[in-house]
Nanobody
Framework: VQLQASGGGLVQAGGSLRLSCAAS????????VGWFRQAPGKEREFVARISWSGGTTYSADSVKGRFTISRDNAKNTVYLQMNSLKPEDTAIYYCAAGARYLPPTSWVFYKNYGHWGQGTLVTVSS
């Protein structure tokens, strides 16, 4: 599975961005797609995940009500709509795919994902 993340950029606080994660290759093996982010000097942080087949979603408390994860299976693409952005949302955003069948709560841990995209930078200015 190959993942290509895009859509990052510079935006003012309160603005919006939509990130895309296009999957290719053995997409039939995907169970879950997640978004993580990593700010300078900080650990990689779970943002949101979506099951590939059923569309079940889960988001971190820090982004609930502001970020929405969705998918378009016809395009093999997962989106992260980010609204009401804050300076603390500034980070490199990575999409990742996992193939194993794990309990839903396991998908908040980046080590459970076997495939990663290259990351896209989101910068929110105050």
């Amino acid at each position: 599975v190959q993942l290509q993340a895009s859509g990052g950029g510079l935006v003012q606080a309160g603005g919006s961005l939509r990130l895309s994660c296009a999957a290719s290759g053995r997409t039939f093996s995907i169970n879950t797609v997640g978004w993580f982010r990593q700010a300078p000097g900080k650990e990689r942080e779970f943002v949101a995940r979506i099951s590939w087949s059923g569309g079940t979603t889960y988001s971190a408390d820090s982004v609930k009500g502001r970020f929405t994860i969705s998918r378009d299976n016809a395009k093999n693409t997962v989106y992260l709509q980010m609204n009401s952005l804050k300076p603390e949302d500034t980070a490199i955003y990575y999409c990742a795919a996992g193939a194993r069948y794990l309990p839903p709560t396991s998908w908040v841990f980046y080590k459970n994902y076997g495939h990663w995209g290259q990351g896209t930078l989101v910068t929110v200015s105050s």
